[in-house]
């Protein structure tokens, strides 16, 4: 243990904790900018510096190990002026149009603004002497460098978390900026729109593209039919822009809210979460079926789920010669979105060109897959807009909706019904734990050995799961399966995907079915959910999760009964011929660079 | 204090044996190569003047199989040009210096960062290595040189982010702790020396420490070379025994109009006229990587500045915001004193942002700024203003 002093207070920590983490245990405030949880330390903004006895220079807190002896002093003369200087200077690089700024109310700079850089200006407007264009060619967010204070958090987040390197750091001194490659336009680089950069911006130089206003014009408009789906992990996390805490529920509430928002259908993308464990499922066992059966040379396993959207674009870019090992299944919200100007629209008796198609999402990829060219099989665009979290909670905002004290309510019919088994796809391991309820049972007709329908071995936030179930009891179907070892592989964060996929190149991956999610945590961690979020928020979210998961009544998709009900009336069987209009997509190989 | 006046001396540049010497060192033991560095009194020739015997002393202790020496010659101080000569004339004492430190500190790689501007001189550097790395051979040692060639970055000169750009990243500081001593150049324990340094080591085995230390003063022994440049009838290279005021350079140097010397480059410090006979060149009065750059009175000191605020604005990684945004404040700044367009009276505010950067930068460009800016600011103040 090393013992140091942090304002006079002693304090005994293991080595190489940071000043700043022992200056936490003390209670002690240091403010950050550049730190973040979740990445490595950068020690470049350098807000937090702090005093220490004898030292010529002062030290950044985040960056300085703690060492015997220590004495540190955190709010010095010195100090305050460094940081106020430090805040300062930001501010004068800064474009601080904050009344008019998404994210006013909801800056990390602004927030130190308020505390360290209140009344005259010190510095110099910089702004002027540089050419600043507002990137806008992602459908899913914008890059606006003249508010980019230049903390790299998201070139961290790119290379660390996603593997990616779609941002980067360009150039040197006044003109060093946050770049694409060749300085190309956000949509036409390897990016796959997962908005975790987003997520961890403290200012408003990249936030998601927001479709709040065509999404209010479409609900004041009344010859519009607006349908709207919530995905299983904005549920449990839309709370937290409300003012409840992490890992707090509020579905009901937030039913009610968007019936009091104007929307005409409350639809739960979990319906479509169900449809896909169908669907995915058979493909599953129908691609085992042809490969140990049949002999089929074109097929290979893995096979990959195909719900999450930055993923899809990950593997387009970056392993394009494996795209027929991924599910044709489309992610929940598209199948939703073919759905409900399809089979919702007879069912209403709407006029499908009259649907307005929104769908909530804690994603910002979500946004650029309903603009994918291959989404609209409904003859329509399938889904018209996409909101995340975030802009959710905005809304709910605007509208002056007192949130905290709505009454809960319960989804409308047809395509709102859903089970536990859908509600977990919010998580990392949720697919892979859902498709094994409902595969395993399909082939032995009885449940997954595993107590209280709970898969544990899939659970949880280690970067690479994986799991293997031995199949026995086969009914007469699928008695080829019998004794069978299926290998099951989970990765969340695009780096652990490479890291499965970089076995899979290499011809040694082990595994039947992979289950990927682009960011960390799956769905509940997605760049369109609250800001911040951090590892013990992530823990917090998953724990609300597989908690709606314990309390509902049907908890396998192939019970829930609108599933039933839509094969019976509309699509056949899974992977018919009418699903595979609607549901089933195709993949695209892009450029890797 | 010491005053030794203006004493040139020859021991850079002077011709050795060096099969002579490298045979003695391969019979030394670490400890005593290191003993007679320390007994010499050296400190680090790049400027900031770190005691040499120290680090190799630090690196030795480090417990690793893999260890690096590095000669940075990435010479980019404005002013400076010592390093390129100690090149083109006696390369093989700088190889020499890199394998009597590789020796000292259990190192068997070294790798010298060359300034990109120098490229040309690779090839002649490259059969001179080719023909030592066979000397030494012959006498036993197992010691590999490479190149590495930086491409025009100012800030690769410093020590971590010279590591960062060998790695092939960007030529980003490193946090630090930890050191290169623990952890430097692939993250292995590492000696970085300038070129000047490792050739004076190299010397002072040779003719032991003794010798060496009788030259200079008690904070900065030995000799230095000093690269001469400006306003000055003798511009060039010269190698002076170290302690000699600034009057006493001026006096050689001068061409008897001389208003003012920047001693150490753009992050060196302003000494004007009536400072020259107060001010001691060395650790004790003004340190130096060399660049002595003398001016007279028909420079306009505003121009001086503007000239390497304009550089630091420019060569700042960007990476820490004190050195990245407060370089273009600095610069503006005067810009706006000069036109009329804030009050002289922001001068005082730029002063303390300079301090500011002083003790906030993440590294010792950040930190050095303030250096030039404080002294022709306060000394020359009406020529920024007027």
Known sequence: MISLSINHQKISVQPGTTVLDAARKLKINIPTLCNHPDLCVAGNCRVCVVEQTGARTLIAACAMPVAEGMDIHTNTLKVRNARKHIVELLLSEHRSDCTKCYKNQKCELQALANEFAFGDTIFLDLIEDHQYTIDRSSPSFMKDDSKCIHCQRCVRTCTELQYISAIAVANKGAHQKISSFHDRPMSHVVCTNCGQCVNRCPTGALVEKTYIDQVWDAIYDKEKHVVVQTAPAVRVALGEDLGYNPGERVTGKMVTALRQLGFDSILDTDFTADLTIMEEGTELLTRLKKILVDGDKKLSLPMFTSCSPGWIKFIEHKYPEFLSNLSTCKSPQQMFGALAKTFYASKMKLDPSKIVSVSIMPCTAKKYEADRPEMRSSGYKDIDFVLTTRELAVMIKQAGIDFRNLESSHYDSIMGDSTGAAVIFGATGGVMEAALRTAYEIVTGREVPFANLNITPVRGMEGVKEATIKIEGCTNDWKFLEGVELKVAIAHGLVNANKIMRQVRKGKSPYHFVEIMACPGGCIGGGGQPIPTSMEIRKNRMKAIYSEDEHMVLRKSHENPDVIAIYKEFLGNPNSHASHELLHTHYVERESY | ?386
Not at chain 2, 30 to 40: A, M, N, T
Not at chain 2, 185 to 206: D, G, Q, S, Y
């Open chain 2, 1 to 386: 204090m010491e005053k030794r006046g203006l004493n040139k001396v020859d021991l850079i540049f002077e011709k050795i044996d060096a099969k002579e010497v490298l045979t003695k060192v391969f019979k030394m033991s670490p400890e005593k190569i290191i003993q007679q560095v320390l007994d010499s009194g050296l400190k680090g020739r790049g400027g900031a003047g770190f005691p040499t015997g120290l680090k190799w002393k630090y690196t030795a202790a480090v417990k690793e199989s893999e260890k690096y020496i590095v000669c940075n010659a990435d010479e980019g101080e404005p002013g400076t040009f010592k390093d390129r000569e100690i090149l083109d004339k006696v390369a093989y004492k700088v190889y020499g210096g890199m394998v009597i430190a590789g020796k000292a500190i259990g190192a068997k790689k070294g790798i010298v960062y060359l300034r990109g501007e120098y490229r040309f001189m690779l090839p002649q550097l490259m059969i001179e290595l080719e023909s030592f790395h066979k000397l030494i051979k012959q006498i036993g040692f197992e010691f590999k040189i490479n190149y590495c060639l930086g491409s025009g970055a100012y800030i690769c000169g410093e020590e971590s982010a010279l590591f960062e750009s060998v790695e092939g990243g960007r030529g980003e500081p490193r946090n630090k702790p930890p050191y290169p001593t623990t952890s430097g150049v692939f993250n292995k324990p590492t000696a970085i020396n300038n070129v000047e340094t490792l050739v004076t080591a190299m010397m002072i085995i040779t003719h032991g420490p003794e010798s060496y230390s009788h030259l200079g003063t008690k904070d900065s022994r030995g000799s230095k070379v000093f690269s001469v440049s400006g306003d000055t009838p003798t511009p060039g290279i010269f190698e002076l025994e170290l302690g000699m005021s600034v009057q006493e350079f001026v006096n050689e140097f001068g061409d008897g109009d001389t208003k003012a010397v920047q001693v150490g480059g753009a992050s060196g410090f302003c000494v004007p006229r009536k400072k020259f006979g107060s001010t001691i060149i060395g650790f004790e009065g003004v340190p130096t990587g060399g660049s002595m750059k003398l001016f007279n009175s028909s420079r306009s000191m505003y121009n001086v500045l503007h000239n390497y605020l304009d550089f630091f604005a420019e060569e700042s990684c960007g990476q820490c915001t004190p050195c990245r945004v407060g370089c273009q404040q600095l610069l503006k700044g005067v810009q706006k004193v000069k036109k009329g367009e804030v009050k002289t009276t922001y001068l005082n505010e730029l002063i303390k942002l300079a301090d500011t950067m002083k003790v906030a930068s993440k590294c010792g460009l950040g930190q050095s700024v303030g250096n030039a800016f404080r002294t022709i600011v306060e000394n020359f103040r009406e020529e920024i203003i007027y």
